[in-house]
């Protein structure tokens, strides 16, 4: 069932206004991993349920209690569970989406301030941090709220909302509380879901919308290396100690070559190999090595076959390094040797592979390793957090519901993929819930979630607003 073309035109005629309110998001900096905006995060949740019940929707906040971060004992910001309509006679949709973004300074080498939203009207982006990942899609939801509360059209679907402000930190405390939302049974507002929409993830390229069925998992950890009492001088202390920093880059040159293949024994044998059907899904889709290396900025492909960057992508575990805590990385040229340093890196998971399997692996071979070395420093492996890969139903009414809304709105049938990243909450919704879960992304694979200049275009934003509202009818409408 195609939404009412009054929802549709509402949605165009109040575009700028939409737009405004993206940049009053965008402007609360919610940055969950650093302690000192901790309270940033908590007044984006307070506005965002303020913003919820202007629209009629029944909110509660969650607390979720405290955690230790950074050497403080922090609030976790609440979850925002939300309810509209009970109507026997009506599918229930469970929507999910997260309000803290990822750090961002002008001096990462962003072109504007990353906290105050600038439409480029040449372009038609909309550059902020958040405005993509996941302001902008979280607000689309909104806007259709508004639509309906304004137009005074009834919901073709009874909601129930769930957002968070912890996503990009693990997501702590979130699935405790979904657990025990549904363990209430009638009592519990997630009572009589029927499916869960997801709209965290991206395109795969810039030209054709997608609906993605799999998810890959994480697991993060740090190296600790310790060894002096304080940082020292290179030219008093140099070739007279055992270095952390040297032990730290020889080690973490051991997890991955540089073809992306990982290192760690029995991580990559876990994963069985594709048959011939799953390559054809490869081959089908609307992909080329210029997609992969246009959204990277640079011409640095793994490989030139599509099929193959499509799968290290989606079907193959990756381990990547993000950086070294307690190293020198300021301007200028400081000739100090670190006392101590974390070296961070991750590793994306893929069926049947968990977190669970992988941390033993990881631990017994680096402890192998650095025991090669005979340094006198200490190494201590940390395990900071992680998540299990999700694969979905494709052949399941919801995702009917979501494609015939994208060929609705945009004329052309999605690709279906399985995306890079992870969203670890996927998983426990269809745990916990037993429904279809589906991800239907607004944003594109060129707006750079996490990076610097991060943008969602202005038509992405407008045209996946209808997208959203269109899915809802056509799950009203599902057998």
């Known amino acids: 069932m195609p939404a009412p073309a009054s929802f549709s035109n509402y949605i165009d005629t109040h575009a700028d206004a939409f737009i405004k309110r993206l940049g009053d998001a965008v402007a609360i900096q919610s940055i969950s991993s650093d302690a000192r905006r901790r309270e940033d995060v908590i007044v984006m949740g307070n506005w965002l349920n303020g913003q919820l019940n202007e629209l009629d929707v029944e909110t509660k906040l969650v607390d979720l209690g405290t955690h230790e971060m950074q050497g403080q004992t922090l609030q976790l910001p609440p979850a925002i569970i939300g309810r509209l309509g009970s109507d026997p006679a009506k599918k229930t949709v469970l929507i999910y989406g997260h309000y803290d973004v990822q750090p961002a300074l002008k001096t990462d080498g962003w072109k504007t301030d990353p ?28 806007n259709v709220l508004e639509a309906h509360k304004n137009l005074g ?12 402000g912890m996503e990009e930190n693990g997501s702590e405390g979130l699935d ?4 025990e939302e549904v363990k209430k049974g009638k009592d519990g507002w997630f009572d009589g879901v029927d499916c869960v929409c997801i709209s965290d993830n991206y395109w795969l390229n810039t030209r054709t919308p997608a609906l993605t069925y799999g998810l890959r998992g994480i697991a993060y950890f740090s190296i600790n290396i310790t060894g002096p009492g304080q940082d020292l001088h290179s030219g008093l202390f140099g070739r007279t100690v055992h270095e952390p920093m040297t032990d730290l880059i020889k080690l973490m040159s051991k997890l991955v070559d540089h073809n992306g293949d990982i290192l760690i024994p029995g991580i990559d044998d876990m994963v069985p190999p594709h048959d011939e059907d799953e390559l054809k899904l490869y081959q089908k889709m ?20 599509k099929t193959t960057v499509l799968m290290g992508r989606m079907r193959q575990p990756s381990l990547s390094l993000h ?8 301007v200028g040229a400081k000739t100090v040797i670190p006392a101590k340093v974390g070296g961070k890196f991750s590793i994306r998971l893929v069926p049947p592979q968990t977190p669970e399997k992988i941390i033993p692996l990881v631990h ?3 402890e192998a390793e ?21 694969v979905a139903d494709v052949r399941h009414w919801n995702f009917e519901a979501a494609k015939k809304a994208i060929e609705a ?17 996927t998983l426990t919704f269809a745990e916990s819930l037993g429904v279809n879960v589906l991800l239907l992304p607004m944003g594109r694979a060129d707006d750079g979630a996490h990076s610097t200049n991060e943008k969602l275009d202005r038509s992405n934003f407008i045209e996946g607003t209808k997208v959203l509202g269109t899915y809802l009818y056509e799950v009203g409408a599902a057998a």
Request: proline share 4%; net charge negative.
């Open 115 to 142: 906290f105050t939203l600038v439409v480029d009207e040449d372009s038609g982006r909309l550059i902020g941090r958040g405005s993509t990942d996941d302001k902008g899609p979280i607000l689309g939801w909104l």
């Open 323 to 330: 950086g070294i805590e307690g190293a020198f990385s300021a």
């Open 153 to 164: 059209i009834a919901m073709p679907v009874n909601l129930r909302i769930c957002f968070e």
């Open 370 to 390: 650095f025991a090669k070395f005979n340094s006198k420093n200490k190494m201590e492996i940390e395990y900071l957090h992680g998540g299990k890969p999700w």
């Open 286 to 305: 609307d992909y080329t090595i210029d997609d992969i290396e246009e959204a990277a900025g640079g011409k640095v492909a793994l490989s030139s076959e």
């Open 176 to 179: 405790e509380c979904i657990q």
């Open 409 to 425: 709105v945009y004329k052309k049938t999605p690709d279906y993929t399985r995306e890079g990243g992870s969203i670890p909450v």
């Open 364 to 366: 017994a071979y680096l």
